[in-house]
DNA sequence: CAGATGACGATCA
DNA sequence: CTGATCGCCATCT
């Protein structure tokens, strides 16, 4: 069955490059907007390269917290696909 | 099955 | 803006 771990890790290796969700949407998407905290937990356990968790972040667009199963911090991450940021090192949306 | 956990979110100081 | 607190919920152990 599709439990909300699978829609949620299906939902983040949809996301193209250079582009980024929140938590919170990702759950919504995923069928609980108030999930987004489990969204995270998910995240964080998952070791899966294929699937690109560095382009989900925090509501607020600051960048939350990363694992690191790529190497580099999730900021660099995003500033390498061309997203932009701020002075407070929060994600620019180009709508 | 029950309790603990946390890559969050909104609110208040 | 920064930091602290409380609330939320699927997963994990």
Redesign the pocket.
């Known amino acids: 069955m599709t439990?909300?771990?699978?829609?949620?890790i299906e939902i983040v290796r949809n996301i193209p490059r250079g582009k980024v969700l929140?938590?919170?949407e990702v759950?919504d998407m995923a069928g609980?907007l108030?999930?987004?905290?489990?969204?995270?937990?998910?995240?964080?356990?998952?070791t899966n390269k294929d699937i690109p968790?560095?382009r989900?972040?925090?509501?607020?667009m600051?960048v939350?917290?990363?694992?690191g199963?790529l190497g580099k911090s999730?900021l660099d991450i995003l500033k390498e696909e061309k997203v932009l940021f701020d002075n407070?090192?929060?994600v620019i949306r180009l709508s």
């Open positions: 439990s909300f771990r699978d829609k949620v929140t938590y919170s759950a609980n108030k999930a987004a905290r489990v969204v995270g937990n998910i995240m964080s356990k998952n968790c560095h989900v972040i925090k509501s607020d600051k939350g917290s990363y694992n199963i999730k407070q090192g929060k």
